[in-house]
């Protein structure tokens, strides 16, 4: 069964930094594009960012280019998001997911595999 458990989540003020990781099991890792995607109350669930198998590719959205970073260790099964200059816009609860189509993975539709999030709070 495949699983994707996040951790990292916090409270922090506007300016600050916070690192999001999301640990897998039950996957071939590699053959897994990794993505993170966020949900505002109220909002819809939004894109942030992506990352290929290899780790090789990434792409990012508008809103967090530049802030945020994100990474992939292969060997710990485990993706990160590195996010810095946080703004309380950020403040959402933030998911991993998990897909072998990349394309997915920029949308959210269909993919397959989603963590449970972790709450990303910044404080003005």
């Known amino acids: 069964q495949v699983q994707l458990v996040e951790s990292g989540g916090g409270l922090v003020q506007a300016g600050g930094s916070l690192r999001l990781s999301c640990a897998a099991s039950?996957?071939?890792?590699?053959?897994?594009?990794m993505g993170w995607f966020r949900q505002a109350p109220g909002k819809e669930r939004e894109f942030i960012a992506r990352?290929?198998?290899?780790?090789?590719?990434?792409d990012y959205a508008d809103s967090v280019q530049g802030r945020f970073t994100i990474s992939r260790d292969n060997a710990k099964i485990t993706m990160y998001l590195q996010m810095n200059s946080l703004k309380p816009e950020d403040t959402a609860v933030y998911y991993c997911?998990?897909?072998?189509?990349?394309?997915?993975?920029?949308?959210?539709?269909?993919?397959?595999?989603w963590g449970q999030g972790t709450q990303v709070t910044v404080s003005s």
């Open positions: 039950g996957v071939t890792y590699r053959t897994y594009a």
């Open positions: 997911a998990a897909d072998q189509t990349w394309a997915r993975l920029r949308s959210g539709v269909g993919v397959g595999y």
């Open positions: 990352i290929s198998g290899s780790g090789y590719s990434t």
